[in-house]
């Protein structure tokens, strides 16, 4: 399908963002790139398949991420935590420093399957390789084979709704022992994998 595809009728672009902004999620940044990391906050993340494992991230074709994506062949997840709006913010920022200076001031470790930057003190992280990408539009859509992943369910999740951050109601759900693994400094850089 092209991108000429999604494109009748000519959008309202302000009300359709105002509609789907409706639907609450959580917030990631995606990352990629080893030496020179570039990252985006992204709330497009989806799970899509157990068995295998992967997952699915759409990022706007004009980012500097999407580019790295492709040429690098992998990516990195960060679930944020209820206290990491700031990096939420930071990474949305178009104004945001590049290149080195990017990740200079964001405390991140290497995911232990690809290299890809996993922020520290994420609510949950996935470690990706690039299965295929698809045209989505103005966005490209990545699908990703989780090689590692690990959470800190402890924490509570930060949430996107309407256009605004929030914490999550955590005292209102059970939590999930099972889901905790190591943090990723603490990983053994293989225990994990998948
Ligand atoms: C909560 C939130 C979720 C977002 N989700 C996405 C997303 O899934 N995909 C995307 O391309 N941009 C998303 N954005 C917008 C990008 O983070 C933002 O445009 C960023 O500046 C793009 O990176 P760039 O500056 O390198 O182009 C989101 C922004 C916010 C605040």
Known sequence: MTAAAFSQPPPDTARLRSVLGQFATGVTVVAAGGKTPCGMTANSFTSVSLDPPVILICLTRDSELCEAVLREG?????????????????????????????????????????????LDDALAWFDCALVTSHDGGDHEI??????ASGAEPQRDALLFFRGGFSRSLHDAVPRSPEARTPSLARLGKSDDRQ
């Open 142 to 147: 990545f699908l990703g084979s989780v090689l």
């Open 74 to 118: 992998c990516f990195a997840i960060s679930v944020l935590a209820a206290g990491q709006e700031d990096l939420a913010r930071y990474f949305a920022n178009h104004a945001r420093p590049r290149g080195a200076e990017e990740f200079a001031k964001v405390g991140w470790s290497p995911g232990p399957g690809t290299g890809a930057p996993v």
